[in-house]
């Protein structure tokens, strides 16, 4: 069964620092892996997404490696804003039509 | 282009009562799926539709349940409703199954009484 972490839990840095969100996964096999923006009370909102044979996505300020030998991704955020205060979820789709998520990381971004 | 479509937005129920959730497709996707949000247990998958054959089912109980219509539209039903199953209720479509982009709606916030 597939496992799907993300830590930290919370995070709160200063505004313009660069941040590093993590997210690990233990099967390998899997077909992409998608990260997401969610802001309270609200749906998800796409931020990228990986296909199982790239190694990076790229969209503005966000980069986001996926490494599948080491079940891992990671998503950076460049220069960060007040506005990128949410909750940021990584979820991978390891068959035809599951996908797995992880709990999620809260990001405060601070003024 | 409209994104997916969730009514309603909100609802009030008791308990032993039945809901049913509605969900629009970006035009164009064939695939929905619904996932159950809430504080403890996080974002769980519940079932998914494609060509209006559900695909793969999640570790709910019979009491929900789905359906696709051949507009792609989907609806998830709820009955004899319990305390538990207040959450915020997602939909997601996709052109395809497995690797295609996944969109979201706003969500339906369902509270039982």
């Known amino acids: 069964k597939q496992e799907v972490t993300q830590i930290p839990a919370a995070l709160s840095v200063p505004e313009g620092e660069n941040l590093v969100l993590n997210c690990s996964f233990t099967d390998s096999a899997i077909y992409n892996l998608q990260w997401f923006r969610q802001d309270p009370g609200k749906g998800l909102t796409s931020l990228l997404l990986?296909?199982?044979?790239?190694r990076e996505q790229t969209s503005g300020r966000l980069n986001a490696s996926l490494d599948k030998s080491s079940g891992r991704s990671t998503l950076y955020i460049a220069a960060s804003q007040p506005g990128d205060s949410a909750t940021y979820l990584c979820?991978?789709?390891?068959?035809?039509?599951?996908?797995?998520f992880g709990a999620g990381t809260t990001v405060t971004v601070r003024a | 282009k409209a994104g997916v479509t969730q009514t309603p937005r909100y609802l009030i129920k008791t308990r032993g009562q039945q809901v049913t959730l509605s969900c629009s497709p970006i035009?164009?996707?064939?695939?929905v799926s619904w996932y159950q949000q809430t504080p403890g247990q996080g974002l769980q998958f519940l079932f998914e539709?494609?060509?209006?054959?559900?695909?793969n089912k999640g570790n709910f109980p019979g009491r929900f349940s789905g359906r696709q219509f051949s507009n792609s539209r989907s609806e998830m039903n709820v009955s004899t409703l319990e305390l538990g199953d207040s959450a915020l209720y997602l939909c997601?479509?996709?052109?395809?199954?497995?690797?295609?982009?996944?969109?979201f709606g706003e969500g339906s916030r369902l509270t039982v009484l």
């Open positions: 539709y494609f060509s209006e054959t559900q695909r």
């Open positions: 035009s164009g996707h064939r695939s």
């Open positions: 997601a479509s996709s052109p395809g199954p497995r690797t295609g982009e996944l969109f």
């Open positions: 990986i296909q199982s044979s790239q």
């Open positions: 979820a991978v789709r390891e068959d035809d039509y599951k996908l797995s």
